[in-house]
């Protein structure tokens, strides 16, 4: 598990993961825009890290002599591969979560199905957040 979790959008978090991490960087990264973020965190990432691209919004071009010198890992993933049996096992812990509310989905917006072409648009705006609800 994660030992902290910083806001790459809060002002001196990149102080932050210096004294977190003693000057050496994180060792891994969950990236969920990596098209803004991508060279920035190799830039941070500790030597041999490991950055984990989940999400992203468009290209990018990176030097990768940057991963080289710090022989990073940069992955991907992408939820269309997961098998599943490692679907099924999602399901069941986010069922559980969802029941005894340890897991509560932020709802960015509701709106209704006729406006499922504003919702989509909604989804790509810079500052997105939450969930979209379609309502029939």
């Keep these: ?15 932050a993961v210096a004294d977190l991490t003693d000057g050496k960087g994180p060792d891994v990264i969950l990236e969920m825009l990596a098209n803004v973020n991508l060279a920035r965190d190799m830039d941070i990432a500790a030597k041999f890290g490991r950055i984990v691209i989940i999400g992203n919004r468009g290209p990018i071009e990176i030097n990768p002599r940057e ?9 991907g993933i992408a939820l269309p591969n997961t098998s599943a049996e490692d679907i099924a096992v999602i399901h069941s812990a986010l069922y559980k979560g969802l ?38």
């Design 67 to 75: 991963a080289m010198m710090k022989e990073l890992d940069i992955i």
């Design 99 to 136: 029941a005894d509310g340890s897991l509560n989905p932020v709802i960015g917006k509701e709106l209704p199905l006729a406006e499922v072409i504003e919702a989509h648009h909604a989804v790509l705006r810079p500052g997105a957040y939450g969930k979209i609800v379609l309502i029939p």
């Design 1 to 15: 598990g994660a030992s902290h979790v910083l806001d790459h959008t809060q002002d001196g978090y990149l102080d």
